[in-house]
């Protein structure tokens, strides 16, 4: 297991909610479940399972990752410069046009 992922589940396991990362085949399913948008966003990373997975199979599309935990986020962007991370909270680093 990746030991950010460990670290990370250790010191909020509530908001990780899970005790592993998603297997590569559970990954491989959600990415190949997902249409060829101009743009795919993808909230908790987490090491990047599923987010290997999307640039994999949707090369050309336009990937967003939200991932809450610092380090990971670190990670991600180090692993996927092609995709876009946003660390911290999806819902605090979202805003919706009002009109
Ligand atoms: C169960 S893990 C799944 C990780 C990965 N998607 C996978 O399938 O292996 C959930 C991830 O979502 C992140 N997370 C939880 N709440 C979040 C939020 N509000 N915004 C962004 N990321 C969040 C957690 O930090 C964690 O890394």
Same mark, same amino acid.
């Given at each position: @297991? ?13 908001? !990780? ?12 399913? @959600?990415? =190949?479940?997902?249409?060829? &948008?101009?743009?795919? !966003? =993808?909230?908790?990373? *987490?090491? *990047?399972? !599923? ?14 990752? &939200? ?7 670190? =990670?991600?962007? *180090?692993? &996927?410069?092609?995709?876009? !991370?946003?660390? *911290?909270?999806?819902? =605090? ?7």
């Amino acid at each position: @297991m990746n030991l950010n992922f460990f670290k990370h589940w250790l010191s909020d396991p509530a908001t !990780v909610g899970a005790v592993a990362p998603s297997s590569r085949y559970l990954a491989d399913a @959600m990415a =190949e479940g997902v249409d060829a &948008f101009e743009a795919i !966003v =993808e909230v908790g990373a *987490g090491t *990047g399972v !599923v987010t290997d997975s999307l640039v994999r199979r949707h090369p050309s599309a336009r990937l967003i990752v &939200f991932e809450l935990g610092d380090q990971l986020a670190t =990670e991600l962007r *180090g692993r &996927f410069p092609q995709a876009h !991370v946003v660390g *911290g909270a999806f819902h =605090e680093n979202v805003s919706v046009p009002q009109d």
